[in-house]
């Protein structure tokens, strides 16, 4: 199988400066490659030209924020890992304060979850700075 790769799709309607104009910010879903494609510990990186510099002006600096969820209310957390550039899954949440979610397992394809990542939809929100 092949190792798991996604894209930004920015919602070109969304993208908005804040009032100072100081950021911009990008809005859009996330879709994966091939539902059999692997996950590898560590984060799913962007396909080429489907990265955070691929978004728009400004989208080649590095990021204030990613903000990734679920819309469907899947149950797994999506953490964008800046150090990396790469999309992190975790599954349910620590088992107790002092636990965190776990990182989904090395080689599990995208739609051997429950419920499938590969369908999930996501959103994110992305902002960069502007000045």
Known sequence: MATATFKFVPNTKLAAADFTGRTVTYYGTITFSAVGDVYLTGGIAPLAGFGLPNLGPYGDRTPLKVYVESQ??????????????????????????????????????????????????????????RV
């Open 72 to 129: 469907a209310g899947s149950g797994f957390e999506y953490k964008w890992n800046a150090s990396t550039n790469k999309l992190q899954v975790f599954s349910g949440t620590g088992a107790g304060a002092t636990s965190s979610a776990t990182e989904l397992t090395n080689n599990t394809a995208l739609n051997a979850t429950t419920p499938t990542i590969s369908t999930d939809t996501i959103n994110f929100e992305a902002t960069f700075p």
